[in-house]
Every structure is written in C-alpha cells, then in structure tokens.
C-alpha cells in the first residue's frame, strides 16, 4: 500500500529537534527533493516537534512521534505528542495566536507549517496529546523533469 515509510520515537527533549529534523530530510531524500522543498520540510518539522516540546509537554519530558510515508510524490509527516493537548485548535491556528507569549517568535508555528506544507491536519484531545498531520507533494517527480 505504502511505496515507503518510517518511524522515530524520541524524548520531547530540545536537542532532538535539530534530530528529528535530519532524520526526515533524509529519508524524504528519496523523493530527489529541491534544495527548497527539502528546507520546506525541515522548517515543517521543526516547528511541529518544537511545539509538542514546548506546548504539548511543557518542558517535562515526554514522547514524540514521527511517521513518515511516501506515497509516490508524497511525503506525509505526522508529529504526535502524548501531551496536555490544545483547547481550541482553530484559534491556535490562527497567525500569531500564542499560549506562551513569554517566547520568542511564538505564535507562528501553525503558520509557517501550512506556509511550507501543501495539507496541514491538526488533531488534539485535552489530556490526551496532538497530532499533526502534514503533506509535502514533491514537483521534480511529478514534472518528470
């Protein structure tokens, strides 16, 4: 069903960003990506699992999820935290909307996924944790170029 796909666990530790980051860039290699739609993905990442880090775990430690498929010229990414979740989904997807103003260049996370990202899914149950969904459509395999 699935042309390829992987899996990473990691602890929601800051140092695992730039980690989790690498490692899907690397796998999503194999779709020959451009220089800038792998940057695109890599900034997707990063903003997903430094907001199960921040947001969803609150500095406590915790596990993150990433899954990887690639479905001909996609790549999926789902991010998925077992955190404190987020009450209100569309107003947290809202430019600029916060819950730590206290941060630097917070709010945008959302934002920038969807900027970067051609589907954007967010999932997130109180207590429970979130899930985001992202897609990346790659042109150079699609083009045939």
């Not at 739609?37 to 915790?62: F, P, Q, R, W």
């Not at 009450?87 to 920038?112: C, H, L, N, Q, W």
């Amino acid at each position: 069903m699935h042309d390829n796909y992987m899996k990473l666990e990691i602890p929601s530790k800051s140092q695992n960003e730039a980690f989790a980051r690498v490692v899907v860039a690397s796998f999503a290699s194999q779709l020959d990506p451009t220089i800038e739609e792998l940057a695109d993905v890599k900034t997707a990442v990063s903003e997903a699992v430094t907001n199960a880090i921040i947001h969803g775990y609150e500095n406590k430690i915790g596990i993150i999820i990433i899954e990887c498929r690639i479905i001909k010229n996609k790549l999926e990414i789902i991010v998925e935290d077992k955190g404190k979740g987020i009450e209100d989904i569309e107003k947290a997807m809202e430019p600029f909307y916060t819950s730590r103003p206290e941060m630097e260049r917070s709010g945008m996370g959302f934002t920038v996924m969807e900027t970067f990202m051609d589907d954007l899914k967010v999932q997130s149950e109180i207590g429970k944790g979130t899930i985001v969904k992202m897609v990346k459509v790659f042109k150079s395999i699609s083009s045939g170029e």
